[in-house]
């Protein structure tokens, strides 16, 4: 499942490939795929004629900024890709939305087993008035989509005080915590193993018995972890891609996840799997060991 650094390589792609292209029509050939607006012909409507002005990240979402100030957001979740195409390129069958752009390329959303979900959202912060209007409440913003996330840990203002701050209130595992979007936006299973091994943490601790040393430790842990796999293009498993079609080079990169029974690359021992809430959990009994 792709999360911040392989969201993050397709969004730059897209910034690179389709900023400034403009979208003269779209198929959708999966309705599901379809969140907001609905029905899924009201969104091929709405869209019609859109310029991507920008393209760029929040969470594990691309967002694609249009000129008119609404936001397009695709969250790929399991096997979602965007790829763009050029004119004539063959079909793809796993394609379940094509944003035909006027200079013959197009943009697809190709999707295997079809949880990805994409929606199209006015501009516009949580802190904007809800205006009421004739036909009942006024369009969903973009801000609101995103509401319950927590800070991105690449931003400047992710530091770490702040994420000290955000573990004072909470008493469960790290490995558990990682993963809940609402504490840090981004991270899944994949750079939760990374930065517990690379901070030597037990994915088993509680986050209140951490120091101030272990915290800064997490801390600088979690933003390398991502900034690596963002300069390797990703980690890919099974189907993701960049926006180029091509696989990431992360996955050979890893220290711990789905390593197991391999070497720790810091101690020589063997990398142990063990389940925290139902996730595959991998990490280095010697070097991240519970007080
Ligand atoms: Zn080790």
Redesign the pocket.
Known sequence: MPELPEVETVARDLQRWVAGATIADTEVRWDRTISHPQPAERFAVEIRGATIERVGRRAKSVLIHLADGRVMTVALRMTGALIVAPAGASDDPYARVVFHLADGRELRYRDVRKFGRIGLWEGGGLRARTRRTREGRAPYRVGEVFARHGPEPLAPSFTAERLAERLRRRTGRLKSLLLDQSLIAGVGNIYADEALWRARLHPLRHADTLTKAEVRRLHRAIRAVLRQGIANRGASFADYVGADGEPGANAERLAVYRRTGEP??????RIERIVVGQRSTHF?P???VLP
């Open positions: 720790c690359l810091r101690c020589g021992r280095c010697h070097c991240q």
